[in-house]
């Protein structure tokens, strides 16, 4: 914009003068000292503004020390622990109806919840005649559910992996040829409904129906009568078979990763689990499986809120959130790893290991974690041995564009 004294000496070059307006210095004045006037305000605001900033950095904790103090902060007792995960959860109550500790805040629901998952576990560990009769239930599970011409990879996955779960696990008595008779829900639409709860907060079946299904599905007996079957599938099915899928796509991917999961298929073992077989840097299956981990968590991020007074929330977030998948292309010592973005599981024969908190941290880590990664790796074999190329083949999606997740778009499709 010209001032008045460019504007006169532009008439003069025309050969007119206008005489600049007389108020315009006054007014020019007026505004600068009014602007001199909000300069404190001005500051204030922008001092908010990266308060503001900072508030949303300190917030989402993507370094191995942040994320640590999020999940298992110091000098906080176990009741206040339980109370921020309940408050982040409450939906898990209100359109599911569990109950577990995932949406309580009492400290003996807890211990009972933990307690009663180790009792089922133990059942089935590896080396245990449960894990022989879970090994033959994931094999006869994967043929039950193979498609006649095709389906969505991930329907096939949760059918499995669902039905592993319930037959294989939670009723231990049951005969292992056991299938989960159509009742209220079919076996596809109650892992769809649970799908659709984790992904967008609702679903469409009602929880009196996955109630009912789940309790004529799960016939163990428990020392409390009336606690609800649903607590015994949400998260962990959900988590499983997430990373099941997981786990048969990076093998689709990533040919090094096939031979030591299907090893494992072929003897199901602690020992072939654990320990590599092939050559020296060949992966083992549980290498395998650990980076599926590192690259595609099951919960890609843990929030908790704190319960802070105003004062103090101007300094730290409300909502502290540990972004699991950033923090993962670190190292456990918080250097940042070579090429974190690639699949290497020969990364995990490397004397400082990755950092790894797909299973939480501290006091509520979650008590399936060293049972987890076998079961996947057991669970993805079979699949893939099922699914052999000659009569069944995997297709990749179509358009080769980036997805949420990686196994998004496949398909499971019958050839002969």
């Not at 907060?201 to 996955?210: K, L, M, R, Y």
């Not at 919960?299 to 105003?310: A, T």
Request: with cysteine; aromatic share 8%; net charge neutral.
């Amino acid at each position: 914009m010209l001032s008045c004294a460019a504007r006169q000496r532009t008439c003069e070059g025309r050969g007119r003068v206008h005489k600049p307006f007389q108020g315009a210095q006054k007014t020019t004045d007026a505004f600068n000292s009014g602007h001199q006037a909000m300069t404190p305000p001005i500051k204030f605001f922008r001092a908010i503004i990266r308060c503001s900033k900072k508030m949303i950095r300190a917030g989402r904790g993507q370094t191995v020390d942040a994320v640590r103090e999020v999940l298992d902060p110091p000098d906080v007792d176990m009741h206040a622990l339980l109370q921020m995960r309940a408050r982040e959860n409450r939906r898990l109550d209100q359109v599911l109806g569990i109950t577990s500790t995932f949406a309580s805040e009492d400290e003996r629901t807890h211990e009972e919840d933990v307690r009663r998952v180790e009792r089922l576990l133990s059942v089935v560990n590896l080396e245990t005649t449960g894990w022989r009769r879970f090994v033959k239930v994931a094999e006869r599970s994967v043929f039950q559910f193979l498609p006649t011409a095709s389906c969505e990879f991930a329907t096939f996955i949760r059918c499995v992996t669902f039905h592993t779960w319930i037959v294989g696990v939670l009723n231990p008595d049951d005969p292992q040829n056991r299938e989960l008779q159509q009742v209220d829900l079919t076996v596809e639409e109650i892992t769809n409904a649970i799908f659709e709860f984790s992904e967008h907060g609702q679903t469409n079946a009602s929880p009196t129906q996955i109630h009912n299904a789940l309790g004529q599905w799960i016939t163990s007996s428990e020392d409390d009568p009336d606690y609800r079957a649903i607590n015994l599938i949400f998260p962990l099915y959900d988590k499983l078979w997430r990373l099941v899928a997981a786990t048969v796509i990076c093998a689709q991917c990533y040919p090094v990763s096939r031979n030591p999961l299907l090893d494992f298929c072929e003897n199901p073992t602690r020992r072939q689990f654990t320990v590599s077989m092939g050559g020296i840097g060949d992966p083992s299956a549980a290498n395998v499986v650990n980076e599926v981990l590192r690259l595609h968590p099951p919960i890609e991020q843990i929030s908790r809120p704190y319960g802070l007074p105003r004062w103090q929330a101007m300094l730290k977030c409300h909502v502290q959130t540990a972004d699991i998948k950033a923090v993962h292309e670190y190292d456990e010592g918080g250097s940042r790893m070579r090429e974190p973005r690639e699949f290497m599981p020969e990364r995990w024969q490397n004397e400082v290991k990755p950092a790894m908190f797909a299973f939480g941290e501290g006091k509520l880590r979650c008590p399936a974690h060293g049972w987890v990664p076998a079961a996947a790796a057991l669970i993805a074999a079979k699949v893939m041995d099922g699914i052999d190329g000659v009569r069944l083949r995997m297709e990749r999606p179509s358009g080769g564009g980036d997805t949420r997740y990686n196994w998004e778009g496949w398909t499971v499709r019958r050839v002969r």
